[in-house]
């Protein structure tokens, strides 16, 4: 309100000083006024001096009245604008659109009244890409849709090359630029260890590492068919990783008994830590942890700072193995940010008993040359 009054003193001020003529001359026309009631200056042409002085001053008023009109226009038109974008903003009124069959419809209201246009037209990251926005809108003329298309190629290859550029500064100064994450294509780190070799053993130390910390459930029953063809997968994670924590729960009786029966038979001979894991049904545990489907792997977490609250999440459903598990504990870990990755270091490996193995092994198959040799060799300078 404060700046409306200052803003309304503003305008009227120039306008009284407009009214009240020129400042210079008041006097010298009361004076006049004075003179003309004696009599004086009138043939003089004071009078019609007085009268041409106030035609002009009233000419200037409504100069000035009209450019002050033609602001205020100006203004309300601006703020009108800034009024109907934020009220669509944070006030939207629902947009009434028409449907093929020529009635009308609240836009996406319901399916047969879905309208993405209207969704987008005020989105601002949208606006800021004309050529999403125009795809985005007709999806269906197919030069919008290619024109987004060259856009997005830009845009990947600008992603693809930071990324390019990240594992190349990794390469480059390795460990001492950061330690990255275990999911790039070709090496660890800048050592140079294959990932199909280590990466493996390294992942199976780290979870050993923190197997106190979570559980793994595996839910059976609800999709027979796929729970017998996953038995495979299921055994060799239990073979490959044995000391993790398991627990198995079934639908009920009939799926409990045709699971382990096939357990029994195809693995009787290898499945040692199979006999010693919790199973017991419980469809309770299937609605208490929202499970849809089966098989099903939920990984129950907990964290350091929060021993009282253990956390479920599904990583799995379907059929699985040991590089697909560990693909999945690990994307939780990450999701939860609970992974150190300075202790999946592949330069710890080689310092152990297996990583010096591993090496003499593929120098021995590759080169057919004995590792232990080379050193007795050499460790008495050459001499031998």
Not at 160 to 186: C, D, K, P
């Amino acid at each position: 309100m404060k700046m409306i009054n200052r803003y309304i003193v503003s305008l009227l001020f120039p306008v009284g000083l407009l009214i009240g003529g020129p400042i210079d001359n008041k006097i010298e026309n009361k004076k006049s006024v004075d003179n003309i009631a004696k009599g004086f200056d009138y043939y003089e042409g004071t009078v019609n001096k007085q009268i041409e002085a106030k035609k002009s001053n009233e000419e200037k008023i409504l100069e000035y009245l009209k450019i002050i009109k033609e602001e205020n226009q100006k203004q309300t038109k601006i703020q009108n604008k800034i009024y109907d974008l934020l009220k669509r903003k944070f006030d939207p009124e629902p947009k009434v659109i028409t449907k093929k069959d020529g009635t009308k419809c609240v836009a996406n209201s319901t399916d047969d009244c879905f309208d993405y246009a209207s969704l987008i037209e005020n989105h601002p990251e949208v606006n800021k890409i004309p050529a999403l926005k125009e795809f985005l809108k007709d999806p269906y003329d197919l030069s919008k849709t290619a024109n987004y298309l060259k856009w997005q190629t830009a845009l990947f290859n600008h992603a693809f090359n930071t990324g390019n550029a990240i594992q190349f500064a990794q390469e480059q100064f390795g460990n001492e630029s950061g330690v990255m994450s275990l999911n790039r294509s070709s090496f660890d780190d800048s050592k140079g260890v294959a990932n199909a070799k280590l990466l493996p053993e390294i992942k199976k130390k780290y979870l050993y590492s923190i197997k106190d910390k979570f559980e793994i459930n595996i839910f059976i029953g609800l999709n027979i068919n796929l729970d017998i063809v996953s038995v495979s997968g299921i055994a060799d994670l239990l073979i490959t990783l044995p000391e993790l924590n398991y627990k198995f729960y079934y639908k009920d009786k009939a799926s409990k008994a045709l699971f382990e029966d096939t357990m029994n038979l195809i693995y009787a001979d290898n499945l040692k830590r199979w006999n010693i894991v919790q199973k017991q049904i419980s469809s309770e545990k299937f609605n208490e942890l929202n499970v849809l489907t089966s098989p099903s792997f939920v990984i129950l977490y907990k964290k350091d700072d929060d021993t009282k609250t253990i956390k479920a999440q599904t990583i799995h459903t379907g059929r699985i193995n040991t590089s697909l598990f560990y693909d999945k504990v690990f994307n939780y870990l990450e999701y939860i940010n609970e992974i150190d990755y300075k202790k999946l270091s592949d330069t710890d490996f080689w310092d152990t008993k297996k990583g010096e193995d591993e090496a003499k092994e593929e120098i021995k198959r590759k080169f057919g040359v004995s590792v232990d040799e080379l050193i007795n060799k050499y460790s008495n300078g050459g001499n031998e």
